[in-house]
């Protein structure tokens, strides 16, 4: 669970970006010396901490389509659109327009009683034919309710339960800024209980400790199931490239299967195993294992208290060394320690807040 402190992490993490665009006499991110050749501490854990972090994104987007989250979609694997009270630190409203779009409004709290919003997400559903559109706005708060972030994410929707395919437009915004952060593009098919998908991701970090991009491709071949409870679980691997750039030198390809241009590929990293979702769309179990570039592995594991409420763990390693460790909940906000030195950075909505 985010904590204060974790709050002051992010705040601190801020005010170290202002002091300049792309200065090169900034020092570096403590524990970001050189590695294995040119790839750095801070490559290796932003490029491990990103294939874990894409992994459960894209798969809780991939999740939102059937669980009620995007509202009455055309491939709604689960009959949960309406609202419900508080539940699993969950509550949901909906609400018909006039124009008979649907307005669904999720938020997710810090407390078991539902009283300290974390995370608000207002998805805006319309259906027109065979094609359904979703225009979805996340903000993350911290527990003294500021603003952590902002995350925007555009659906389009075809087909039927057994059949569909979509695609997600999504972009992040660190804190109160105009600029994004990080952007990606997703594709994703199901036929039966068969998924395959791409994604591209980018995170532009101007801070003068970073003044780089990072870029993360994969494809993802995997199987989706339901159990008595009507829990959703992808199980299945992702095959990817990693790459790094001057600020703002990497793209994504405009249509899927989505990839990435621009910059040095620095390697490539394979991730399989195993996320899964309640009927409401809440992260209920992570555990995946992958190798990374560099031959750098990852293991991410996850872990419920009494009240069913998720912690995520996970641990990057080169060799027998441990490059770094990171624990975030259901949310994806948590903190990275950097293991060489002990500097912590914060996770907001599932990104590193260099």
Request: hydrophobic share 35%.
């Amino acid at each position: 669970m985010r904590t204060p402190t974790l709050a002051a992490l992010f705040a601190a993490a801020l005010l170290a970006g202002c002091g300049g665009g792309g200065s090169s006499s900034s020092s570096p991110l403590p524990g970001s010396s050189s590695q294995s050749g040119s790839v750095s501490t801070t490559d290796m854990a932003q490029d491990g901490s990103s294939a874990a972090f894409d992994a459960v994104d894209t798969n809780e987007a991939d999740a939102a389509v059937g669980n009620g989250s995007l509202g009455t979609s055309a491939l709604a694997r689960s009959p949960l659109s309406a609202g419900f009270a508080c539940r699993h630190r969950r509550t949901r409203t909906v609400t018909v327009n006039p124009d008979g779009s649907v307005t669904i409004e999720t938020i997710d709290y810090y407390d078991n009683a539902c009283t300290e919003p974390e995370r608000d997400a207002v998805a805006i559903y319309a259906s027109n034919g065979g094609t359904a559109t979703v225009s979805r706005t996340i903000t993350t708060y911290s527990l003294t309710h500021a603003q952590l972030g902002v995350r925007d994410e555009n659906y389009s929707i075809m087909g039927s339960s057994g059949n569909g395919s979509w695609t997600v437009q999504d972009a992040f915004y660190a804190g109160t800024s105009s600029t994004p952060l990080s952007q990606f593009s997703h594709s994703a098919a199901i036929n039966s209980s068969t998924y395959t998908g791409s994604t591209g991701r980018i995170f532009n970090d101007a801070k003068p400790s970073m003044n780089a991009a990072y870029g993360h491709q994969f494809a993802t071949n995997a199987t989706v199931g339901s159990d008595g409870s009507g829990d959703t679980t992808f199980t299945g691997t992702r095959n990817g490239a990693f790459f790094k750039g001057a600020l703002n030198g990497l793209s994504i390809s405009g249509a899927p299967p989505f990839t990435i241009s621009g910059g040095t590929q620095q390697g490539s990293g394979s991730i399989s195993g195993t996320v899964a979702f309640t009927p409401d769309g809440v992260l209920e179990s992570v555990n995946l294992t992958g190798t990374l570039l560099n031959g750098d592995s990852i293991t991410v594991t996850s872990s419920l208290d009494a009240n069913g409420n998720i912690t995520v763990s996970g641990t990057i390693s080169n060799g027998s060394t441990t490059v770094a460790t990171f624990t975030a909940d259901a949310n994806g906000d948590g903190t990275l320690t950097i293991t060489s030195s002990g500097a912590q950075v914060p996770i907001v909505d599932w990104h590193v807040i260099w």
